[in-house]
C-alpha cells in the first residue's frame, strides 16, 4: 500500500510540475509587469494562464481517474470515439513544453474511423508516453505519436530520440512496488 502511495505522488508530482511551472511564470509576468503591458500583451498572458490552468485541471481530473482505477473503484468504460482527437489533445498538451526544449512534436496521422476505447485510460496512457518522451530527449530531438490499424486492432506508438530503457528497467515499468 505505500508503495502504491509512492507511485502516486511521484506521478502527481511528475505531471503537474511543468503545468504549474509555466502558470507560475505567466502570472508572475502578469503581476509584475500589469501597468507595462498592453491590453493585447496582457490578453496574451491572460489566454495562455487559463491554457495552462485548464491543462492543470484535466491533468487533476486524470489523476482521479487513476486513484480510482488503482483502489477499483472505476469501471472500464469503452466507447466509440476518434483515437486522432485524443492524440491531438495530447500533442497540445506538451506543444508549448516541447518547443521550449527545441524537441519537434508530430502526429502524423490520418484516422477517420472511430476506436472502442475508454477515453480516460487512453488519454492517460498517451500523456504519460509522450510526457517521459518529451523529458529524456535530447534538444533538437524528435517525438512522433502514430496509431495504425493492425488486424482489427489499432496500435499507438510513441517513437523519439530519448536515451531508452534498458531491458532490465522495462521489467519494472508495471510493478507498483519496484521504485524506478
Given at each position: 500500500?505505500?508503495?502504491?502511495?509512492?507511485?502516486?505522488?511521484?506521478?502527481?508530482?511528475?505531471?503537474?510540475?511543468?503545468?504549474?511551472?509555466?502558470?507560475?511564470?505567466?502570472?508572475e509576468?502578469i503581476?509584475?509587469?500589469?501597468?507595462?503591458?498592453?491590453?493585447?500583451?496582457?490578453?496574451?498572458?491572460?489566454?495562455?494562464?487559463?491554457?495552462?490552468?485548464?491543462?492543470?485541471?484535466?491533468?487533476?481530473?486524470?489523476?482521479?481517474?487513476?486513484?480510482?482505477?488503482?483502489t477499483g473503484?472505476?469501471?472500464?468504460?469503452p466507447?466509440?470515439?476518434?483515437?486522432?482527437?485524443?492524440?491531438?489533445?495530447?500533442?497540445?498538451?506538451?506543444?508549448?513544453?516541447?518547443?521550449?526544449?527545441?524537441?519537434?512534436?508530430?502526429?502524423?496521422?490520418n484516422?477517420?474511423?472511430?476506436?472502442?476505447i475508454?477515453?480516460?485510460m487512453?488519454?492517460?496512457?498517451?500523456?504519460n508516453l509522450?510526457?517521459?518522451a518529451?523529458?529524456?530527449?535530447?534538444?533538437?530531438?524528435?517525438?512522433k505519436?502514430?496509431?495504425?490499424?493492425?488486424?482489427?486492432?489499432?496500435?499507438?506508438?510513441?517513437?523519439?530520440?530519448?536515451v531508452g530503457?534498458?531491458?532490465?528497467?522495462?521489467?519494472?515499468?508495471?510493478?507498483?512496488?519496484?521504485?524506478?
Amino acid at each position: 500500500m505505500n508503495a502504491s502511495k509512492d507511485k502516486f505522488f511521484s506521478i502527481i508530482t511528475h505531471d503537474l510540475r511543468n503545468p504549474f511551472g509555466s502558470v507560475l511564470g505567466y502570472s508572475e509576468i502578469i503581476a509584475q509587469d500589469c501597468l507595462e503591458l498592453d491590453k493585447t500583451e496582457l490578453k496574451d498572458f491572460a489566454e495562455m494562464l487559463h491554457k495552462q490552468a485548464k491543462i492543470i485541471y484535466d491533468l487533476l481530473e486524470n489523476l482521479l481517474t487513476w486513484s480510482r482505477v488503482q483502489t477499483g473503484r472505476m469501471v472500464y468504460n469503452p466507447e466509440h470515439l476518434n483515437l486522432e482527437e485524443k492524440m491531438m489533445k495530447v500533442s497540445y498538451l506538451y506543444k508549448e513544453i516541447s518547443e521550449k526544449k527545441k524537441v519537434e512534436l508530430t502526429v502524423p496521422c490520418n484516422l477517420r474511423s472511430l476506436v472502442f476505447i475508454d477515453d480516460n485510460m487512453i488519454f492517460t496512457v498517451m500523456r504519460n508516453l509522450v510526457s517521459n518522451a518529451v523529458k529524456f530527449s535530447p534538444q533538437n530531438g524528435f517525438i512522433k505519436l502514430t496509431a495504425k490499424e493492425e488486424e482489427k486492432q489499432f496500435v499507438v506508438a510513441v517513437e523519439d530520440t530519448g536515451v531508452g530503457m534498458s531491458k532490465e528497467d522495462q521489467l519494472k515499468l508495471f510493478k507498483i512496488d519496484v521504485q524506478h
